[in-house]
């Protein structure tokens, strides 16, 4: 899933997205890190990476941060019907999606604070 960035929405990112990033970019940090130590020769000039776990996707899977392999997520993408997961998890959403769409509400507006 790709959600677009708060530069293209134009909005400003919140505590939440800054704590994520920061969270992420620790984690894929560590991940490098572990890499080059594992795949580095003995005298340190050559770096080779073989193993297939060496290419990964950062994401979060079950409230956790996790580097999958590409070749996994090969293997859990449907490809022919072009959908991007054999497992469509977000059908089961559909029933709370419907309740959801009947719920009649109004909301208050935004205030505008402006700080001179």
């Known amino acids: 899933m790709n959600v677009l960035g708060h530069m293209q929405q134009g909005g400003s990112p919140t505590p939440f997205d800054r704590n994520l990033g920061t969270k992420m970019a620790a984690k894929a940090v560590d ?3 572990s890499q080059l130590k594992n795949n580095t020769s003995p005298d340190g000039t ?3 990476c073989t193993d297939p776990n060496t290419a990964c996707l950062l994401g979060i899977v079950k409230r956790q941060y996790k580097c999958t392999p590409l070749l996994t997520l090969k293997d859990q993408t449907n490809f022919e019907y072009a959908t991007y997961s054999k497992e469509q ?3 089961k959403l559909r029933p709370l999606l419907r309740i959801l769409a009947k719920h009649d ?4 507006g935004r205030r505008h ?3 001179h």
Do not use: F, G
């Open 31 to 33: 991940w490098l890190v």
């Open 46 to 48: 050559t770096i080779q």
């Open 89 to 91: 998890w977000w059908l």
């Open 105 to 108: 509400s109004t909301y208050e």
């Open 113 to 115: 604070v402006y700080v």
